[in-house]
C-alpha cells in the first residue's frame, strides 16, 4: 500500500533578487501537490516580479491573494499572502503551523538580515521564527559573483541548520527551454520539503 504524499504548510518568501520565475513556478508546484502555503513578497520582490514576469500584482495583500488562488487555481484557505508589517500573521510567533520555510529567491539583503536575526519585516521575522523552532529554512539565493560577506553569511546560515539551494541549474536532464532550467531548480527545492513532484526525472532515471 502506498502512503499518500505528506501535507505541510510551507512559508514561503519572494524577496527582491533576480528570479521572481523561480519563486512563482515553486508556488504552484506546492500549490499542485496540495500544499498549503503563506506567502511574503517584499516591496522590492514586486518592482522585480513587475521588470522580469508578465504577472502584474494589485496593491494589497487580500487581493494579491485572490488574484494568486484564482491564477494557479488554489482551493480554500489553501494560500494566504501576508503583508511586510502583518506582525500578527502565525508566522511571526514560533506558535504557528508552518512546517518549513524557502525564501525563493533570496536576496543578499535578505540573507544578510536573517543571518543576523534581523527581523525588520515579516519575511525575515518568519525565517528567524523557523531557525529558532529548528524548523527547516531553505534559502535560494540568486546572485554571482559572491562577495566574502554573502559568502560568510551563506556559512554562518548553514551551521545555524538552514540549506542552501543555490539558484544554479544543472544540464544533464538536456534542457531545452528556460522552464526545464526553472523547473530544475525547483525540483531541488521541492526534494528538500519532501513534496513529491514530476519536475525533472531521478539521476539515473
Not at 512563482?24 to 508546484?29: E, G, T
Not at 522585480?48 to 494557479?72: A, N
Not at 543578499?108 to 527581523?119: D, F, R, T, W
Not at 522552464?179 to 532515471?205: M, T
Request: charged share 20%; with cysteine.
Amino acid at each position: 500500500m502506498v502512503s499518500a504524499p505528506r501535507k505541510q504548510t510551507v512559508a514561503l518568501g519572494i524577496s527582491g533578487a533576480s528570479g521572481a520565475q523561480y519563486g512563482f513556478r515553486l508556488l504552484q508546484s506546492l500549490i499542485d501537490a496540495d500544499q498549503r502555503v503563506y506567502l511574503m513578497i517584499s516591496k522590492a520582490a514586486q518592482v522585480v516580479i513587475g521588470m522580469e514576469t508578465d504577472v502584474s500584482l494589485p496593491g494589497r495583500p487580500s487581493d494579491i491573494t485572490k488574484f494568486l488562488v484564482q491564477r494557479y487555481s488554489a482551493a480554500d484557505d489553501q494560500l494566504l499572502v501576508y503583508g511586510e508589517n502583518e506582525w500578527t500573521a502565525p508566522i511571526a510567533s514560533g506558535r504557528n503551523d508552518a512546517d518549513a520555510m524557502v525564501v525563493c529567491p533570496c536576496s543578499m539583503g535578505a540573507l544578510s538580515a536573517i543571518a543576523q536575526g534581523s527581523s525588520n519585516n515579516l519575511l525575515e521575522r518568519a525565517a528567524d521564527v523557523t531557525l529558532k523552532e529548528r524548523n527547516k529554512l531553505i534559502l535560494v539565493p540568486r546572485e554571482s559573483p559572491y562577495s566574502v560577506i554573502h559568502l560568510e553569511n551563506m556559512l554562518k546560515l548553514s551551521r545555524m541548520g538552514a540549506v542552501i539551494v543555490d539558484a544554479n541549474p544543472g544540464f544533464y536532464n538536456k534542457p531545452e527551454s528556460v522552464h526545464d532550467i526553472v523547473d530544475f531548480v525547483v525540483a531541488k527545492i521541492l526534494d528538500q520539503l519532501g513534496v513529491q513532484h514530476a519536475l525533472q526525472p531521478n539521476w539515473g532515471s
